[in-house]
């Protein structure tokens, strides 16, 4: 118990410590910077919620939404996959905080920005825009719609098969190249 203990603190110290500076960085200079900040806000996010639990880590969340937000703004293309997955992250947070009505506008964001992702390149987009299915599903579950969490979780259900099916091929592309 001691050493998990110890190494949670170690996480956390790390990733209070990057989000700091980073945060110097972003503030020297934002262009450069300013998307390992918002990495660093959402890694101490996901660190604070899996050791205090999703209250903790809503400011880190919401901070990193924001500045993925102004990412995707000015670079779509690049920015637009982890502006998709923070949005999907912070949805989950408020979902699992029973504030589904918060956590509705995002997750319907999540989904129709990994719905486009997905539509371009199916194969890396696929997991995020199943997580994203099943996070509005959890919404829609909080909002007492069960018919919506239901068919929402049955499309993301639907769509892993297809990515697992996909990785296993390409496992064995890899091993079958590796071994000729």
Known sequence: MIVGELVAARR???ARKAVSHHRGLAETDPDRYRPEFADSLNTLGLVLADLDGWAKALSPLQEAVDLYRG???TDPDRYRPEFADSLNTLGLALAEL???AE???LAQEAVDLFRGLQNTDAHRYLPGFADSLDTLGLVWEGLDRPAEAQAARRKAAAFRPAHIAEARRK???????GSG
């Open 12 to 14: 956390l110290r790390a």
């Open 71 to 73: 990412l995707a703004e």
């Open 98 to 100: 029973d504030r589904p």
């Open 103 to 105: 956590a509705l506008p």
């Open 171 to 177: 496992a064995q592309a890899d091993r079958d190249a």
